[in-house]
């Protein structure tokens, strides 16, 4: 447990490069929401459903480039 949270860091730094390799030759598709207004210890149910509603929104919107992508 004590290396783990030792190299949490390292190891999390090492993953999103390698995402961003993985975008950078077109083998993913990376979504980020346009706004995070929750955290994960959120437990506001308005403000989760906001969360939710926006994010939905936003898939909607760019779906096109999900299907770009796909194809």
Do not use: K
Request: some cysteine; glycine content about 6%; overall charge negative.
């Amino acid at each position: 447990l004590r290396a783990a949270l030792l190299t949490r860091a390292d190891r999390y730094n090492a993953e999103l490069e390698r995402i961003r390799g993985l975008e950078r030759d077109r083998r993913c598709l990376v979504v980020y929401p346009d706004a995070m207004e929750v955290e994960s210890t959120t437990f506001d149910v308005d403000r989760l459903e906001r969360s939710y509603e926006r994010g939905h929104a936003q898939g909607v919107r760019e779906l096109g480039r999900w299907l770009d992508f796909a194809v």
